[in-house]
Structure formats: C-alpha cells, structure tokens
C-alpha cells in the first residue's frame, strides 16, 4: 500500500510532548513536532537550522562554574561580564576588555562559586546593583570604557528594625575628644544588663534617637558584647552626647542579621527584600532616585515598609517591576500597588495582596513581549503573568503544559532575546538549551532545544552596535581529556535566516 508524505511548513507549536499524541483534535498537535533540535522556530512557522558559537575566550578557572551577565551602558556600549569565584571580567564587540597597560581587565568580588546563580541584580545608566543574602550590596560602577570599579553600599540611614521598647536597655555615645561630626570615630556602649553586640555586627548600621534628634553610626570594630566602635554617618546631635537612651534600632543587614537577597527598581525607588532574619519584609528606598537614603519618614517621597502577610512564612525570593510590583515567594506571588490608583506608591498609599497561588524559584523572571515570565518552585514549570478582568486578580498560565518534557530536567537560569526574533533562552541542568519563542498576538508558543559537544552553563544577551542582540554563552567542554569553560557568542545571521 502507498505512503503519503505530508508537507508541513508550520511549527508554531514547536517541539510537543509524547503526553498529547492522543490528542489529534488539538490544533496545536498539527503545528507541532517530535523533535526540535538545534532549530529555531520562526513567528511566521518555519523553522531553520541553528548557527553555531564563535569562541572567544576560556574564563579564569576552568575548574569552577562561572556565570555570564548583561551591562548596556549605551547603545554602542554594551558589556558581557564573566561572573566568577572572587573576580569579574569583561567582554565587548565579542573581545575580551584589557586595561589600560592591554592586560585583562579584572576586578575582585566577594563571592563564592556556590553563590553565583543566586546573585540578583539590576542596572541604572552606568551603575549595578548586585545583592546576595550573605554579603552587602555591591556596586558595580562602570568608568571608563575599562575601568570599573565594585565596592560594597554604604545604606547610611537604614533600614532599621524596630526601635527597642525596653526602658532599662540603654545605649550611650561617647568621644575620645575628636568632636561629633559626620565620619568621627566614636564609642557605642550598652548598659542595663543587655548584651547585644557580636564581631558579625561589624560593618552593621546602628540608630540612637532622643526625641527628634537621630545619630546614625556604623559598627566599625568590636570589643565586647557590650562596647563597639562606630563612625558617626552624619553630625551627632548634642542631646546624644555622652548620654544614655533607651530609643535605638539595629539596622536590618549585618552579617548577625543577613543581607537583602531581593532587588529591583519601581517608580523610581530601590526596592530590597528576602533577607535571611526578615524574609518576608520588602523595603523601598527614598523616591526620585535616592536609591541608598532609607530614612523611614510619613511624606510620600519617603521610605517605606511593607511586611507581605503569607500565611506560610515563605522566604521572598525576587521582585519584578510591572505597572504592579511582583513579588515572588515560594509558595505565592503578590502584588503591591497603589491603594487609592493614585500615580505612584506612599507611605500611607500601599496595597499589598496575594495574586497567585503558584510558588516561585529563585531565578528572576523576565519580560517577554507584554507578561513577565517565571519559573514554578520546581524550576519545571514555566508560567505567564496576566491579568484577568473576570476575576479582577492576575493570573499565571502554564507556558510548557504541552511541552513539558522541555524542562522536565529543570532550569537554572532565563534570558530574553528582543532583536531579531523575541524568544526566552533557559539553560537546563543538563546542559541543553531551551529556547522558546513566544509572540501572544500572533498565537505563537515553539519551543526547541539547543545541544552542543559539552554543557551550556550560563547565558547573557546584550546588544551590539546594531541594536541587534548577541548569545553570549558560558559552555563546558572537554579538550583532550581535560575539562574546560569558554566564553562564546553567537552573532545572528540577518539576511540568511533572521536567527
């Protein structure tokens, strides 16, 4: 009996699981494949062949895992950093950054390799804020074209716990004679029977109140539970001199207390949440850009507080700036906006209000087209935030129900391609990428897979010269017996296949 071949041009289903082979009434099914590998699935339906990966360089330490991310400084100013144990380097225009003796450029880090993948971060103009909830916010200032610096945040005015309420719990600033200004050295004493210094509270802020007068200090050396050393971070009022007080606050980051896990930026203000003593406290800065000042205050450019009521305890893991504020915990999503729909958050303005049941990961979503997308707690489970006028809340649809085998494995990191064809690219535990275009208005959800002779690690996408998107990619390979890591890019091919 004959065969008859069918001609298929469409693939905007992408690569389909085995699970809906049964389900030929699914149109989906008829746009689909078994097998996408190293294709990429165009909006219009075909499909073409993947390009390869130019090599540019190996990273410092082939033997430790490293991770790639993104800086743009300008248009025709864009960086891929390599993220390693202890240092960063640069790439640009698919070359390595030398400094200006034309040696690496490379500059140090606080961080550990087990901490890499958990480091958030976000940009503003030539500046970027990196958290981790065990190290202070750092500070990557971007120069020169070669010259970057990184420096840990001084958070001069908080944030603060609670102030103490314990009248025989006191506090007392002293002088070793050189005066009260901003940046004197001076002695911080507890009296009254508490105790409540440690050597990890060095490099903590610390708060002294009488009446509407505040010093602010920063612990800089330990000599007992009861006495410390601090450097006053503004001139110290006269009432707090030599004088006990029981009106004092501990700052909320300390190597005691852990550090913010949590960054974003919304309506102008630095947004910090997910520390390991107050994981479910998410703390905006002062308004207008003041991104360091969070001096709590009632006017509505001041810092603020917002404590998220899960009922479970769950650690916030990430925040995402929407028209709403996203805010991601292991087992919910919330969102945070204005109480009154005024144009912008307040102190006496804020509504905060459990949105979606479904947990999150610890990877940052990403905004693809018009919807943020994030990982499931499972990191197998990818889902789209809309909304939802029937039932007035947001919602989060499953984006890999009829591909799940996709990342059933799971995934360890997202990335979004705009330029020249909109597509999220997640590497997997195994070493495979997952790539997914996705365009709603043309009804196009492809997934497809990318393999290699070695493992991808790491992803960062930057644009080049051309406003056209670069892969730059961190791949594990074997030469000769021996393993290594290279820095690679792939650079779209316009005219040929738009990939």
């Not at 480091?119 to 103009?125: E, H, R």
């Not at 009154?340 to 307040?346: D, F, H, I, V």
Request: hydrophobic share 35%; aromatic share 10%.
């Amino acid at each position: 009996m004959p065969r008859a071949s069918e001609i298929r041009t469409n693939f905007t289903a992408g690569e389909l699981s085995t699970l809906i082979n049964s389900r030929t009434q699914f149109q989906r099914y008829f746009n689909g494949s078994e097998t996408l590998e190293n294709w990429v699935v165009l909006v219009q339906g075909p499909i073409f062949r993947r390009k390869g990966f130019r090599f540019i360089g190996e990273v410092k330490d082939s033997t430790k895992k490293t991770r790639i991310i993104p800086f743009e400084f300008s248009t025709v100013q864009t960086y891929a950093i390599e993220l390693g144990a202890g240092y960063l380097r640069f790439f640009s225009a698919q070359g390595q950054v030398l400094d200006s003796g034309s040696n690496i450029l490379e500059i140090s880090n606080p961080y550990s390799e087990n901490e890499l993948f958990d480091i958030k971060f976000v940009q503003d103009s030539d500046v970027i804020y990196m958290v981790h909830p065990n190290h202070p916010i750092q500070k990557l200032i971007r120069v020169a074209s070669n010259n970057f610096t990184l420096n840990p945040v001084d958070l001069v005015k908080g944030p603060y716990i609670d102030e103490n309420i314990v009248s025989t719990d006191l506090v007392a600033l002293t002088s070793g004679g050189g005066g009260w200004s901003e940046g004197t050295t001076l002695t911080l004493t507890a009296s009254g029977g508490h105790t409540p210094f440690t050597s990890d509270y060095v490099g903590g802020l610390w708060k002294v109140r009488s009446g509407t007068d505040i010093a602010h200090v920063k612990i800089t050396g330990f000599t007992s539970s009861t006495v410390v050393t601090v450097v006053a971070q503004n001139d110290v009022p006269g009432s707090l001199h030599n004088t006990t007080s029981f009106n004092w606050s501990e700052g909320e980051f300390s190597n005691a207390r852990g550090y913010a896990g949590a960054i974003t930026f919304h309506e102008q203000r630095m947004v910090l949440a997910g520390s390991v003593y107050a994981p479910q406290k998410v703390w905006f800065s002062k308004s207008n850009a003041d991104y360091e000042n969070f001096e709590v205050g009632t006017n509505a450019d001041d810092p603020f507080l917002v404590t998220i009521a899960s009922q479970r305890g769950d650690p916030i893991r990430w925040l995402f700036s929407d028209q709403a504020l996203f805010v991601g915990t292991a087992g919910s999503i919330f969102r945070i906006i204005s109480s009154r729909n005024s144009p912008a958050l307040a102190p006496d303005d804020i509504d905060a209000k459990r949105q979606i049941s479904y947990g999150c990961s610890n990877i940052q979503p990403e905004l693809v087209g018009q919807s943020p997308i994030y990982m499931q707690k499972n990191n197998k489970t990818a889902r789209l935030i809309t909304f939802d006028i029937d039932s007035d809340k947001y919602k989060a649809v499953d984006i890999t129900v009829d591909s799940d085998h996709i990342t059933d494995g799971g995934i360890t990191s997202f990335e979004y391609q705009q330029i020249p064809l909109s597509s999220l690219w997640t590497v997997r535990t195994d070493g495979q990428i997952a790539r997914l275009t996705l365009s709603q208005d043309q009804q196009v959800q492809a997934w497809s897979r990318y393999v290699t002779q070695g493992s991808f690690e790491s992803v960062a996408i930057v644009s080049d010269a051309e406003d056209n998107d670069e892969i730059y990619t961190i791949v594990k390979r074997t030469i000769n017996g021996v393993v290594k890591r290279f820095v690679e890019v792939q650079e779209p091919n316009y005219e040929v296949d738009l990939c």
